[in-house]
Every structure is written in C-alpha cells, then in structure tokens.
C-alpha cells in the first residue's frame, strides 16, 4: 500500500494541472514576467551600482573559496526556514479574497528575484561562466521551488474563484480544506528544494568555485 501513495500524489498533481490549465498559464505568465523586469532591471542601472554588484558577487565568490568547510545545519535550517515563511505567506493570502492581487504580487516578486540573478551573474562574470555559475546555484532546486509556488499561487487562486462562484459557508470550508491540504504538499516540495539547494547545489558550487 505505501508504494502507492507517491503514484496517488503524482496523480493528484496532474489532475490539479489538467483542471487549471488556465490558472497555471495565467500564473506562469505572471512568473515570466517577473523574470523580464529582473533582467530589464539589471541592464537599465548606472555602470556605479554594475560595478558594486560585480563587487558584491566577487566578494562572494571569494569567500566560498576561502570556507573549507560549509555548515549544513545552518544552512538548511535558514533555506527551509525561508520556504515555510513562503508556503504560509502564499497559503494565507490564497485563503482570503482580497489577498490574491497579493498572491500575483509574490510571484511577479519571486519572478524578478530569479531575473535579477541571472543577469547579475551574467553581466559579472561574462556570458559562458555566468550561464555555468546559474546552472550551479540556481537550477537543481527550481526544479522543485518554481511548480511548487506556482502551484501554491494557483491553488489560491482557485479557491478565490470558488468562493465568488459560490458563497455557500458549507462549499467554501470544503474548498479551504482542500486549499490548506494541497499546500502542505507543496510545503513538503518546497522542504525537498531545500535540501537539493544545500546538499546538491551549495556542495557542487564548492567543488567547481575555483573555476570562476
């Protein structure tokens, strides 16, 4: 029987993006256009800040050259730490109507953060290691992160278009629970990201760092 319960999750997780086809696309388009104004961003600044962001990343680059040994227990304390605060951010604003402009808020947010940090890191270190260096740091746990708050974002979203539908007291608490349900699967997604980022990214980073 446990065997079947990560083949009754995955299933679940398609049918909640077959039913929302146009809530996910709606929320992506959202995400994207985060990850433009990240970039626009990046390449409209004055060449004194480049220069300080070229600094900063330098400087970072140096130090996790310097540490010969990383604290993983601190580091995915605050990596999982961050994702919880995330999680229930999105869960609550999702459970109230006027909190979903602040849901696509966050994920326009999230959007920029990422954009912002591939073209900081392409415009420092240069087209080929800027690439290599996001790879690293960035995609391993995005494989993750990026569905599991989309998901988070819709499910609010869908909850929200439930209860103007449908103001039934009974309806609206089923739908809640569902809500409530469903994010604390993608909490768990969002934990598992966690882990990657620290004992996949952050170690390979280590490895290869002496390149950059």
């Not at 993750?144 to 708050?149: G, S």
Request: proline residues 2%; positive net charge.
């Amino acid at each position: 029987m446990k065997k079947n319960k990560p083949i009754k999750v995955l299933e679940m997780l398609k049918e909640h993006v077959n039913n929302n086809k146009k809530e996910y696309l709606l929320i992506t388009l959202l995400f994207i256009i985060g990850i433009f104004l990240g970039v626009l961003f990046v390449n409209n600044i004055q060449e004194t800040q480049k220069s300080e962001m070229t600094t900063y990343l330098n400087n970072y680059i140096g130090k996790m050259k310097d540490i010969e040994t990383l604290n993983h227990a601190e580091l995915l304390k605050s990596s999982i730490g961050q994702n919880i605060v995330l999680a229930i951010t999105l869960w609550f604003f999702g459970t109230t109507v006027i909190g979903i402009p602040v849901v696509f808020g966050m994920i326009i947010y999230r959007g920029f953060c990422l954009g912002y940090t591939i073209a900081v890191c392409i415009m420092a270190l240069g087209l080929p290691q800027g690439i290599l260096f996001v790879f690293i740091l960035l995609l391993w746990q995005n494989i993750l992160f990026i569905p599991a708050i989309l998901a988070l974002a819709v499910s609010g979203f869908k909850l929200y278009k439930s209860i103007m539908k449908d103001r039934n007291k009974e309806n609206v608490k089923i739908e809640v629970i569902r809500h409530t349900i469903f994010s604390f699967i993608m909490l768990l997604v969002l934990m598992i990201s966690s882990i990657i980022e620290i004992f996949l990214s952050t170690n390979i980073l280590k490895v290869v760092i002496k390149y950059f």
